[in-house]
């Protein structure tokens, strides 16, 4: 299968180069490709015409988006949708990553992919817009929503935690609950849906649920770690951006295609930080 993989140097679109090896993947960063430029995604489609699309760019700042709702709907909306009507005119499947925060976390469960959306913030709304774009334009689809992404590369909360225990203690959000998720878990997950053609919508996460807190202290563990992990609140770290309170993502499609769960991710992240 030949597959143009948008947003290849972000840390999901690396642990998909990856993933994907068994397959011709044509890697575009956003200056080989920018996806809110329609005439470019079309050139892109028609010079590569790759059997699948697999968007990874994205606008991942959540607060910054509320400062610049334009600048986040043209990555997270327009860029869907114009991938969505090129890769339909050219007949290629098309992968949309979204989000847990699609959801407003007032549910008492878990999220399911059938449970209702209500972004609470900017980045929410975008990422929302981008996955109905698709859903609209291109029937050949997978929307992919996930959570709480860390790895080993790039900027995230697993080594922003690791960059902070050197203070005397660490303080930690312990009221917002989600799924804690290990980019090549997910980038795994990923390659496997492929290969599917199963269309519609997934939820691919760590199974299991986590606070911000749970996750930096099992993360401290992992790597030996020995500075204190103290839980505070939400109002006592305020945000821009409000966050869903509790929004673990469960599923209810195919169980071959289920993550390990989020504690597992900690202890492969653990590993291959020391490798």
């Not at 114009?82 to 098309?94: E, H, I, K, W, Y």
């Not at 790039?154 to 804690?180: C, H």
């Amino acid at each position: 299968m030949k597959i143009l993989l948008t947003g290849a140097r972000g840390q999901l679109g690396l642990a998909l180069t990856a993933a994907l090896a068994g397959h011709h993947v044509v890697g575009a960063d956003s200056k080989r490709l920018d996806v809110t430029d329609l005439e470019a995604v079309r050139a892109a489609m028609e010079a590569e015409q790759p059997d699948l699309v697999v968007n990874c760019a994205a606008w991942t700042d959540v607060d910054g988006a509320e400062a610049d709702p334009q600048g986040a709907f043209r990555v997270n909306a327009l860029g869907p949708r114009n991938l969505a009507l090129a890769t339909r005119a050219c007949g290629s499947a098309l992968l949309q990553v979204s989000t847990d925060y699609v959801f407003d976390g007032e549910s008492d469960r878990p999220y399911c992919e059938f449970d209702e959306t209500h972004p609470l913030q900017v980045y929410g709304r975008s990422k929302l817009a981008g996955e109905d774009a698709v859903r609209t334009y291109n029937e050949r689809h997978y929307v992919v929503r996930t959570a709480w992404l860390y790895s080993t590369t790039r900027k995230n909360f697993a080594l922003t935690m690791r960059s902070l225990a050197e203070r005397e203690e660490v303080r930690v959000v312990a009221d917002q609950f989600g799924s804690p998720t290990y980019v090549p878990h997910l980038a795994a997950g990923i390659a496997r849906l492929v290969e599917t053609e199963a269309y519609g919508t997934w939820h691919l996460a760590g199974r299991g649920q986590a606070s911000w807190f749970d996750l930096a202290r099992a993360l401290y563990g992992a790597l030996g770690i020995a500075t204190p992990v103290q839980p505070v609140s939400t109002p006592e770290f305020p945000r821009p951006a409000a966050r869903p309170r509790f929004a673990p993502l469960a599923t209810v499609q195919s169980p071959e295609i289920r993550l390990p769960a989020w504690e597992e991710g900690v202890r492969d992240f653990a590993r291959d930080l020391g490798s």
